[in-house]
């Protein structure tokens, strides 16, 4: 049977999403910057989570951004087959993110024109994604991006016979570039096959994944672990001023990909790394 949904529900959704994602970390990223505190053996680097951690508070208890940086606004929709919106998702799901940026007092960073750079003043549109699925419910998944570590991300395409050396050499170099001007801690999202776009879609999609997840595939989750262990091993750390605490952790997604091409895509995010998740 047909479920309708009102485009009101999913603006009044999005707009609360918005200011969620912005005001409180997901708790998956909580729990590993209280992991990486524990861990961490350089002084400095304690300093510096102690202080992300002491961030958060304030800024949960005065209900302000985590960070100056309230990002471009990332949507993943899930739309079930069997759902109606009465209007236009796109223009609902836009005016959710005009109303949470507007009415939370987020900072507007989206400019109508990449060369002629002038401002939206309501940080839309969006960069939306969608993806048509079975059932009568509409997931969204907001994940809004600051650019300090979009700038740093990579996409390379590589040759089928470099395979996981060359991929595992494309993530760290990536992370090396990166140093401090990706506010480590960082989550570094990995995708892996597909096409030049796809691959980068996976790497985008693998950092809004829990951080408690692993890849279904073990040779995935193999190389999920033994990638963030590599790059802790950098000595960059927390803030970049050195420590065994370069990332939070490492999420690999992977798509079928053609005989002759090997696209990856690193995708990193600093440690406020927003993400919230809804179903309607």
Not at 15 to 21: L, Q, S
Not at 239 to 247: D, H, K, P
């Amino acid at each position: 049977m047909l479920r309708k949904v009102k485009a009101d529900k999913i603006i009044n959704t999005v707009k609360e999403m918005c200011i969620e994602a912005n005001l409180e970390l997901a708790p998956d990223m909580k729990k590993a910057l209280i992991s990486a505190k524990e861990n961490e053996t350089s002084e400095v680097g304690c300093k510096i989570l102690s202080d992300l951690e002491e961030n958060l508070e304030i800024a949960k208890n005065e209900s302000i951004p985590i960070c100056q940086d309230t990002g471009m606004a990332v949507v993943f929709v899930e739309v079930g087959q069997n759902v109606k919106v009465k209007g236009s998702l796109t223009e609902a799901i836009n005016e959710g993110v005009r109303q949470g940026y507007v009415e939370g007092y987020l900072r507007k960073s989206v400019v109508s024109d990449p060369l002629e750079r002038v401002n939206t003043n309501d940080n839309t549109p969006a960069i939306i994604h969608y993806d048509i699925v079975d059932g009568n419910e509409i997931k969204i998944t907001l994940a809004p991006k600051g650019f300090g570590s979009e700038n740093m991300s990579k996409i390379v395409m590589l040759k089928p016979a470099d395979g996981i050396e060359g991929v595992k050499d494309v993530v760290i170099n990536a992370v090396k570039e990166a140093g401090p001007n990706a506010c480590p801690p960082m989550v570094v999202g990995v995708g892996i096959g597909g096409t030049f776009e796809k691959c980068a879609l996976l790497a985008k999609k693998a950092l809004a994944r829990d951080l408690n997840s692993k890849n279904e595939n073990k040779l995935y989750a193999d190389l999920e672990d033994e990638l963030l262990e590599k790059i802790n091993k950098l000595g960059i750390g927390p803030g970049g001023l050195g420590g065994t605490r370069t990332a939070l952790g490492v999420n690999v997604e992977t798509y079928p990909t053609h005989i002759a091409g090997l696209p990856v895509a690193v995708n990193i995010c600093c440690h406020v790394n927003r993400h919230v998740t809804r179903t309607i």
